[in-house]
């Protein structure tokens, strides 16, 4: 079943944070719905043209989409919280000092700003 896509408004709020992860430094921007419940996901990275940089666009265009056609916060923090791969490693923020990828981060801190329960993190990540 095809669900209906509802797009931000033009112009949108959004809200704009920085990290650093692993010495990467990143940004991302959240576009807000008019309820203010994120609408979708825009990350720039340091490392312009590179493989990280283009699977970020492509995650986000993602994320994006699952927000736009209904799916929860929710569901896309459980879904990608703690998932790992590089670059992982500590952040430049003390509410999440490590993080295990680009989109763990950027979910994490989508729970913390939007007040969404953020799942434990498995054991075997426990291993900094």
């Known amino acids: 079943m095809l669900h209906r896509i509802k797009y931000p408004p033009n112009p949108c709020r959004s809200l ?16 807000l719905f008019e309820n203010g419940q994120p609408a979708g996901v825009q990350i720039n990275g340091d490392t312009s043209g590179s493989t990280i940089d283009g699977f970020s666009e492509a995650w986000a265009t993602a994320v994006s989409r699952l927000l736009q056609r209904g799916e929860t916060l929710s569901w896309i923090i459980n879904k990608f919280s703690f998932h790992r791969f590089e670059p992982c490693g500590f952040t430049d923020n003390p509410k999440i000092p490590y993080a295990t ?17 953020t799942p434990q993190q498995p054991e075997e990540n426990l291993k900094i």
Do not use: N, Q
């Open 101 to 117: 990828s680009i989109p763990d981060y950027i979910v994490r801190w989508m729970a913390l700003e939007f007040g969404v329960h």
């Open 16 to 31: 704009t944070h920085e990290f650093c992860i692993a010495g990467k430094r990143i940004s991302f921007v959240v576009s």
